[in-house]
Protein backbone atom coordinates (compact mmCIF):
# COMPACT_ATOMS: atom_id res chain seq x y z
CA UNK A 1 0.00 0.00 0.00
CA UNK A 2 1.39 3.23 -1.17
CA UNK A 3 1.66 6.41 0.90
CA UNK A 4 -0.89 8.17 -0.45
CA UNK A 5 -3.44 5.27 -0.08
CA UNK A 6 -2.83 5.30 3.53
CA UNK A 7 -2.96 9.29 3.72
CA UNK A 8 -6.55 8.40 1.73
CA UNK A 9 -7.56 6.43 4.74
CA UNK A 10 -6.60 8.46 7.52
CA UNK A 11 -8.55 10.94 6.12
CA UNK A 12 -11.56 8.65 5.91
CA UNK A 13 -11.54 7.69 9.10
CA UNK A 14 -10.58 10.81 10.50
CA UNK A 15 -14.12 12.23 8.54
CA UNK A 16 -15.54 9.49 10.11
CA UNK A 17 -14.83 9.95 13.61
CA UNK A 18 -15.70 13.80 13.04
CA UNK A 19 -18.95 12.79 11.80
CA UNK A 20 -19.43 10.81 14.79
CA UNK A 21 -18.18 12.65 17.56
CA UNK A 22 -20.44 15.86 15.85
CA UNK A 23 -23.22 13.59 16.18
CA UNK A 24 -22.76 12.55 19.41
CA UNK A 25 -22.33 16.54 20.57
CA UNK A 26 -25.21 16.98 18.66
CA UNK A 27 -26.91 13.98 20.37
CA UNK A 28 -26.25 15.08 23.87
CA UNK A 29 -26.51 18.78 23.14
CA UNK A 30 -30.01 19.23 21.43
CA UNK A 31 -31.87 15.60 23.31
CA UNK A 32 -29.90 15.18 26.77
CA UNK A 33 -32.28 16.44 29.31
CA UNK A 34 -30.27 16.17 32.77
CA UNK A 35 -31.80 17.55 35.36
CA UNK A 36 -34.93 16.10 37.09
CA UNK A 37 -36.02 19.11 39.15
CA UNK A 38 -36.37 22.96 38.31
CA UNK A 39 -33.49 25.00 39.57
CA UNK A 40 -33.09 28.48 39.38
CA UNK A 41 -29.52 29.90 38.98
CA UNK A 42 -27.78 33.23 39.20
CA UNK A 43 -24.97 34.50 36.62
CA UNK A 44 -23.40 36.98 37.93
CA UNK A 45 -22.47 40.31 35.74
CA UNK A 46 -18.95 39.30 33.85
CA UNK A 47 -18.81 35.82 34.08
CA UNK A 48 -17.50 33.94 31.03
CA UNK A 49 -18.52 30.81 29.07
CA UNK A 50 -16.11 28.68 31.13
CA UNK A 51 -16.90 29.42 34.26
CA UNK A 52 -21.03 29.32 33.59
CA UNK A 53 -20.47 26.17 31.93
CA UNK A 54 -18.82 24.78 35.08
CA UNK A 55 -21.68 26.22 37.58
CA UNK A 56 -24.18 24.34 35.69
CA UNK A 57 -22.41 21.68 35.71
CA UNK A 58 -22.30 21.50 39.92
CA UNK A 59 -25.68 22.88 39.52
CA UNK A 60 -27.02 19.58 37.88
CA UNK A 61 -28.37 21.40 34.95
CA UNK A 62 -26.09 19.78 32.49
CA UNK A 63 -24.06 16.31 32.42
CA UNK A 64 -20.59 18.21 31.38
CA UNK A 65 -19.36 21.89 30.54
CA UNK A 66 -17.83 20.73 27.52
CA UNK A 67 -21.51 20.12 26.54
CA UNK A 68 -22.25 23.83 26.50
CA UNK A 69 -18.95 24.96 25.91
CA UNK A 70 -17.94 23.52 22.27
CA UNK A 71 -21.32 24.88 20.65
CA UNK A 72 -20.94 28.05 22.21
CA UNK A 73 -17.58 28.31 20.61
CA UNK A 74 -18.15 26.67 17.33
CA UNK A 75 -20.98 28.65 16.58
CA UNK A 76 -19.07 32.50 17.61
CA UNK A 77 -21.41 33.07 20.30
CA UNK A 78 -19.40 32.14 23.58
CA UNK A 79 -19.24 36.33 24.57
CA UNK A 80 -23.23 36.95 23.90
CA UNK A 81 -24.39 34.78 27.15
CA UNK A 82 -26.26 37.53 29.46
CA UNK A 83 -25.68 37.33 32.98
CA UNK A 84 -28.93 37.45 35.46
CA UNK A 85 -31.29 34.58 37.39
CA UNK A 86 -32.31 31.85 35.10
CA UNK A 87 -34.81 29.01 36.02
CA UNK A 88 -34.03 26.07 34.22
CA UNK A 89 -36.87 23.22 34.45
CA UNK A 90 -36.38 19.19 34.64
CA UNK A 91 -35.34 18.18 32.10
CA UNK A 92 -34.00 21.33 29.93
CA UNK A 93 -32.08 19.96 26.95
CA UNK A 94 -28.26 21.80 26.61
CA UNK A 95 -29.68 24.01 23.51
CA UNK A 96 -32.34 24.99 25.33
CA UNK A 97 -29.85 26.40 28.41
CA UNK A 98 -27.77 28.10 25.78
CA UNK A 99 -30.55 29.62 23.96
CA UNK A 100 -32.15 30.64 27.12
CA UNK A 101 -28.70 32.53 28.49
CA UNK A 102 -28.13 34.15 24.70
CA UNK A 103 -31.52 35.61 25.11
CA UNK A 104 -31.57 36.90 28.15
CA UNK A 105 -34.97 35.67 29.01
CA UNK A 106 -33.74 35.75 33.39
CA UNK A 107 -36.36 34.39 35.78
CA UNK A 108 -38.94 36.86 37.00
CA UNK A 109 -39.39 37.41 40.87
CA UNK A 110 -43.29 37.92 41.84
CA UNK A 111 -44.35 40.81 44.45
CA UNK A 112 -47.89 41.29 45.47
CA UNK A 113 -49.21 43.96 47.13
CA UNK A 114 -52.31 44.23 49.05
CA UNK A 115 -54.36 47.43 49.56
CA UNK A 116 -53.48 49.47 52.53
CA UNK A 117 -50.04 48.36 52.40
CA UNK A 118 -47.45 51.22 53.44
CA UNK A 119 -44.03 52.05 51.87
CA UNK A 120 -42.00 50.37 54.63
CA UNK A 121 -44.16 47.39 53.66
CA UNK A 122 -43.75 47.53 50.20
CA UNK A 123 -39.58 47.54 51.03
CA UNK A 124 -39.84 44.37 53.09
CA UNK A 125 -41.67 42.66 50.61
CA UNK A 126 -39.23 43.65 47.76
CA UNK A 127 -36.19 42.88 50.02
CA UNK A 128 -37.86 39.24 50.96
CA UNK A 129 -38.39 38.70 47.17
CA UNK A 130 -34.45 39.41 46.59
CA UNK A 131 -35.67 42.53 43.75
CA UNK A 132 -34.46 45.24 45.81
CA UNK A 133 -32.74 46.31 49.22
CA UNK A 134 -35.40 47.64 51.37
CA UNK A 135 -32.61 50.51 52.53
CA UNK A 136 -32.35 51.40 48.86
CA UNK A 137 -35.83 51.43 47.86
CA UNK A 138 -36.95 53.35 50.94
CA UNK A 139 -33.84 55.81 50.23
CA UNK A 140 -35.72 57.18 46.99
CA UNK A 141 -39.59 56.31 47.47
CA UNK A 142 -39.59 58.40 50.51
CA UNK A 143 -37.52 61.44 49.37
CA UNK A 144 -38.90 64.50 48.78
CA UNK A 145 -37.20 66.28 45.97
CA UNK A 146 -37.60 63.04 44.16
CA UNK A 147 -41.51 62.39 45.10
CA UNK A 148 -42.40 65.66 44.00
CA UNK A 149 -40.12 65.83 40.30
CA UNK A 150 -42.15 62.68 39.64
CA UNK A 151 -45.83 63.24 41.20
CA UNK A 152 -45.93 67.10 39.46
CA UNK A 153 -47.07 68.23 42.72
CA UNK A 154 -45.20 68.71 46.26
CA UNK A 155 -45.67 65.70 48.33
CA UNK A 156 -43.43 64.30 51.36
CA UNK A 157 -43.07 60.91 50.14
CA UNK A 158 -44.62 58.60 47.13
CA UNK A 159 -46.85 56.90 49.91
CA UNK A 160 -50.09 56.19 48.34
CA UNK A 161 -49.14 56.57 44.98
CA UNK A 162 -47.50 53.17 44.38
CA UNK A 163 -50.56 50.93 43.06
CA UNK A 164 -50.85 48.05 45.07
CA UNK A 165 -51.09 44.99 42.64
CA UNK A 166 -48.98 42.10 41.77
CA UNK A 167 -45.57 42.46 39.85
CA UNK A 168 -43.17 40.51 37.99
CA UNK A 169 -39.48 42.15 38.67
CA UNK A 170 -35.98 40.69 38.04
CA UNK A 171 -33.79 40.10 41.04
CA UNK A 172 -31.37 43.29 41.56
CA UNK A 173 -34.11 45.94 39.81
CA UNK A 174 -32.95 49.26 40.84
CA UNK A 175 -35.60 50.99 42.65
CA UNK A 176 -36.10 53.42 40.34
CA UNK A 177 -36.95 51.17 37.82
CA UNK A 178 -39.63 49.51 40.16
CA UNK A 179 -41.09 52.55 41.53
CA UNK A 180 -41.31 53.99 37.78
CA UNK A 181 -43.36 50.66 37.04
CA UNK A 182 -45.63 51.05 39.99
CA UNK A 183 -46.04 54.58 39.84
CA UNK A 184 -47.12 53.71 36.13
CA UNK A 185 -49.69 51.28 37.38
CA UNK A 186 -51.20 54.24 39.51
CA UNK A 187 -51.55 56.60 36.44
CA UNK A 188 -52.67 53.93 34.35
CA UNK A 189 -55.77 52.64 37.11
CA UNK A 190 -56.48 56.33 38.17
CA UNK A 191 -56.78 57.47 34.49
CA UNK A 192 -60.29 55.98 33.28
CA UNK A 193 -61.25 58.23 37.18
CA UNK A 194 -60.17 61.86 35.01
CA UNK A 195 -57.02 61.92 38.01
CA UNK A 196 -53.74 62.81 36.44
CA UNK A 197 -50.61 63.72 37.07
CA UNK A 198 -50.08 67.10 38.34
CA UNK A 199 -53.86 67.55 38.29
CA UNK A 200 -54.55 69.96 41.68
CA UNK A 201 -55.78 68.39 44.87
CA UNK A 202 -54.83 64.72 43.65
CA UNK A 203 -52.37 64.71 46.74
CA UNK A 204 -55.95 65.28 48.68
CA UNK A 205 -58.16 62.66 46.71
CA UNK A 206 -55.53 59.94 47.32
CA UNK A 207 -55.21 60.68 51.51
CA UNK A 208 -58.49 60.48 51.66
CA UNK A 209 -58.93 57.07 50.03
CA UNK A 210 -55.71 55.60 51.88
CA UNK A 211 -58.17 56.63 55.29
CA UNK A 212 -60.89 54.52 53.88
CA UNK A 213 -58.68 51.86 52.59
CA UNK A 214 -57.48 51.57 56.11
CA UNK A 215 -61.27 51.93 58.26
CA UNK A 216 -63.14 49.34 56.04
CA UNK A 217 -62.46 46.49 53.56
CA UNK A 218 -66.27 46.13 52.64
CA UNK A 219 -66.78 47.71 49.44
CA UNK A 220 -70.08 49.16 50.04
CA UNK A 221 -69.04 50.89 53.14
CA UNK A 222 -66.22 53.05 51.55
CA UNK A 223 -68.75 55.53 50.68
CA UNK A 224 -69.47 56.07 53.87
CA UNK A 225 -66.54 56.46 55.45
CA UNK A 226 -65.83 59.07 52.70
CA UNK A 227 -69.02 60.94 53.38
CA UNK A 228 -67.91 60.95 57.06
CA UNK A 229 -64.20 62.04 55.65
CA UNK A 230 -66.18 65.29 54.19
CA UNK A 231 -69.22 66.03 56.29
CA UNK A 232 -66.63 66.15 59.36
CA UNK A 233 -64.04 68.25 57.63
CA UNK A 234 -67.09 70.69 56.43
CA UNK A 235 -67.68 71.18 60.12
CA UNK A 236 -64.29 71.98 61.01
CA UNK A 237 -64.44 69.16 63.21
CA UNK A 238 -61.68 66.65 63.97
CA UNK A 239 -61.17 63.30 61.94
CA UNK A 240 -59.89 61.25 64.72
CA UNK A 241 -58.95 58.21 63.01
CA UNK A 242 -57.46 55.22 64.75
CA UNK A 243 -55.11 54.26 61.65
CA UNK A 244 -53.77 57.96 61.84
CA UNK A 245 -52.23 57.45 64.69
CA UNK A 246 -51.10 54.40 63.79
CA UNK A 247 -49.43 55.38 60.92
CA UNK A 248 -48.13 58.72 63.61
CA UNK A 249 -46.63 56.14 65.90
CA UNK A 250 -44.52 53.70 63.14
CA UNK A 251 -42.27 51.58 65.15
CA UNK A 252 -43.79 52.48 68.22
CA UNK A 253 -47.11 51.43 67.73
CA UNK A 254 -47.10 47.80 69.78
CA UNK A 255 -50.56 46.93 68.48
CA UNK A 256 -52.61 48.70 71.00
CA UNK A 257 -53.47 52.22 70.73
CA UNK A 258 -53.57 53.58 74.05
CA UNK A 259 -54.77 56.53 75.42
CA UNK A 260 -51.86 58.58 75.06
CA UNK A 261 -51.38 57.73 71.94
CA UNK A 262 -54.19 59.95 71.03
CA UNK A 263 -52.05 62.72 72.02
CA UNK A 264 -48.93 62.33 70.25
CA UNK A 265 -47.56 64.86 68.01
CA UNK A 266 -47.41 64.25 64.79
CA UNK A 267 -48.70 65.92 61.65
CA UNK A 268 -50.12 62.37 60.77
CA UNK A 269 -52.91 62.28 63.89
CA UNK A 270 -55.91 63.55 63.45
CA UNK A 271 -56.91 63.31 67.10
CA UNK A 272 -54.20 66.41 67.08
CA UNK A 273 -54.51 68.27 64.10
CA UNK A 274 -57.33 69.37 61.98
CA UNK A 275 -58.23 68.38 58.43
CA UNK A 276 -56.74 65.85 56.52
CA UNK A 277 -53.09 64.72 57.22
CA UNK A 278 -50.34 66.11 55.02
CA UNK A 279 -50.51 63.06 53.02
CA UNK A 280 -51.45 59.26 52.30
CA UNK A 281 -51.10 56.46 55.04
CA UNK A 282 -50.82 53.76 52.72
CA UNK A 283 -51.82 52.89 48.83
CA UNK A 284 -55.48 52.70 48.40
CA UNK A 285 -57.11 49.98 46.17
CA UNK A 286 -59.50 51.50 43.16
CA UNK A 287 -62.31 50.85 45.45
CA UNK A 288 -61.30 53.34 48.14
CA UNK A 289 -60.01 56.30 45.12
CA UNK A 290 -63.28 55.95 43.98
CA UNK A 291 -65.13 56.74 46.95
CA UNK A 292 -62.94 59.33 48.44
CA UNK A 293 -63.75 61.09 44.79
CA UNK A 294 -67.86 59.84 44.95
CA UNK A 295 -68.66 59.87 49.08
CA UNK A 296 -72.08 59.03 49.60
CA UNK A 297 -75.44 61.29 50.13
CA UNK A 298 -75.42 61.19 54.00
CA UNK A 299 -74.98 63.08 57.03
CA UNK A 300 -73.29 60.70 58.84
CA UNK A 301 -70.32 62.05 61.28
CA UNK A 302 -69.48 58.74 63.15
CA UNK A 303 -68.97 55.45 62.76
CA UNK A 304 -67.72 52.21 65.01
CA UNK A 305 -66.13 48.91 64.45
CA UNK A 306 -67.84 46.13 65.43
CA UNK A 307 -65.62 43.91 65.47
CA UNK A 308 -66.83 41.78 62.74
CA UNK A 309 -65.46 43.74 59.30
CA UNK A 310 -68.54 46.11 59.49
CA UNK A 311 -69.14 49.24 61.26
CA UNK A 312 -72.11 51.38 62.65
CA UNK A 313 -72.74 54.54 60.87
CA UNK A 314 -74.50 56.93 63.26
CA UNK A 315 -75.38 61.13 62.75
CA UNK A 316 -75.36 62.34 66.03
CA UNK A 317 -73.17 61.95 69.51
CA UNK A 318 -75.62 60.07 70.88
CA UNK A 319 -76.98 57.39 68.32
CA UNK A 320 -72.67 56.68 67.97
CA UNK A 321 -72.67 56.83 71.82
CA UNK A 322 -75.06 54.10 71.58
CA UNK A 323 -73.43 52.38 69.30
CA UNK A 324 -70.32 52.07 70.65
CA UNK A 325 -71.99 50.67 74.17
CA UNK A 326 -73.15 47.84 72.15
CA UNK A 327 -70.52 47.29 70.60
CA UNK A 328 -68.58 47.51 73.99
CA UNK A 329 -71.05 44.98 75.13
CA UNK A 330 -71.45 42.78 72.43
CA UNK A 331 -67.41 41.90 72.49
CA UNK A 332 -67.53 41.02 76.26
CA UNK A 333 -70.21 38.17 75.66
CA UNK A 334 -67.51 36.95 72.97
Not at 203 to 217: G, M, N, P, Q, Y
Amino acid sequence: MNRTSRFGYFVAGFSVLAVVLAGLVALFYFLDGFSRETKIVEIQRGTGLFSIARKLEEQGIIRTAEILILPALVSGNSGELKYGEYMFSPGETPYSVHKKLRSGKAFLRKATFPEGVTLKKMAEILESSHIVSKEEFLSLAENNEYSTKKLGKDVFSLEGFLFPDTYFFYRGSSAEKVIETMLRRFWEACAPLGIERGEPGVREIVTVASLIEKETASPDEKPLVSAVIRNRLRKRMKLEFDPTVIYALGERFDGDIRKKDLSFSSPYNTYVVSGLPPGPIASPGLDSIKAALEPADVDYLYFVAMGDGRHVFSTTYRDHVNAVNKMLRSSKKR
